[in-house]
């Protein structure tokens, strides 16, 4: 068994390391964790009923505790050493905990999972998840190294450890929900991917049919969500973006104002110098006598 000044020692650490907190991302779930607990508990300690308002992620590094929550198949579960398993409490979910062997040591974390996807709520049910925590093994002998040591920056290499665990657990047990939710992080917005053609293709001719073809949406629907976004029809928004791309070559090069015009996809020059005028409210070659 620790010392109780040990325990205590190693609280103020893990205080320390999360100041600020940790915050994983997958996709569009972002997993955080502010507090992070060493507990050590003799054989008859029992915390009674009680809830919390957030996930409550505990792996078991010695001893023996047994848990009793809602569970799939109605039964309480008990977590052994050596095993290192896990148990995730869900919010809001009434639960007991009650030591079995003296000299129990947990590792606890207050965690929130925000946006988390449909698969992951799935597997998140309110009940308690015992889970093996054999993947962290390492990463606990790691730690426990770590504590040991009078090593510089301590703190911040716990809190890298730390992070890493808690990757370890979600991409050793949740994978799959992870894995969908990292595709639908990735897929980008219609809206993301026409602005982004517009972006790339000022120099051409760019029309509204190429963009719904590219994107995959009608060109109906193209010109509503365009004009809901930036509050400009398609049109006219295409060519503020080539005026301001003019005016910024106006200001910082020398070329000649028909060949910016020609470079901004204004190949008719006296058609570029009235839309420069009706945005910048001067000519061209007056703008960049000025500097803009």
Same mark, same amino acid.
């Given at each position: ?108 974390? +207050? ?19 015992? $889970? ?59 809206? %993301? ?6 972006? %790339? ?18 060109? @109906? ?6 004009? %809901? ?8 928004? $295409?060519?503020?973006? @080539?005026?301001?791309?003019? +005016? ?30 009706? $945005? ?13």
């Amino acid at each position: 068994m620790l010392p109780q000044s040990e325990i205590i020692e190693r609280n103020r650490l893990l205080l320390q390391a999360l100041r600020g907190g940790i915050e994983l991302r997958f996709g569009g779930t972002i997993l955080q964790s502010g507090l992070c607990h060493y507990t050590q508990d003799d054989a008859g300690i029992d915390t009674f009923e009680h809830r919390h308002p957030h996930y409550e992620l505990s792996l078991l590094l010695a001893g023996r505790m047994h848990y009793s929550g809602e569970k799939p198949d109605g039964e309480s579960v008990t977590l052994d050493h050596p095993g290192l398993d896990w148990i995730l409490i869900a919010p809001g979910l009434p639960h007991r905990r009650r030591t079995l062997a003296d000299g129990s040591l947990l590792l606890g974390f +207050a965690l929130k999972i925000k946006n988390d996807s449909a698969a992951l709520q799935r597997s998140l049910r309110k009940r308690l998840l015992e $889970i093996d925590g054999g993947t962290v093994q390492k990463l606990t002998e790691q730690l426990e190294l770590l504590f040991r040591s009078q090593c510089q920056f301590r703190a911040e290499r716990l809190r890298l450890l730390l992070s890493e665990i808690l990757l370890e657990f979600f991409a050793g047990n949740f994978s799959a929900q992870l894995h969908e939710e990292q595709q639908a992080g990735c897929s980008l917005d219609p809206l %993301e991917l026409v602005d982004h053609y517009i972006e %790339e293709n000022l120099t051409r001719r760019i029309t509204a049919d190429d963009i719904a073809r590219t994107v995959g949406i009608s060109r @109906r629907h193209l010109y509503r969500l365009f004009t %809901e976004k930036h509050g400009l029809p398609l049109k006219e928004y $295409i060519i503020r973006q @080539r005026l301001c791309r003019a +005016a910024a070559a106006l200001t910082h090069t020398g070329k000649p104002v028909k060949e910016i015009a020609a470079m901004t996809g204004f190949h008719n020059l006296s058609y570029f110098t009235r839309q420069f005028r009706r $945005i910048f409210i001067q000519p061209p070659a007056t703008y960049r006598r000025h500097g803009g």
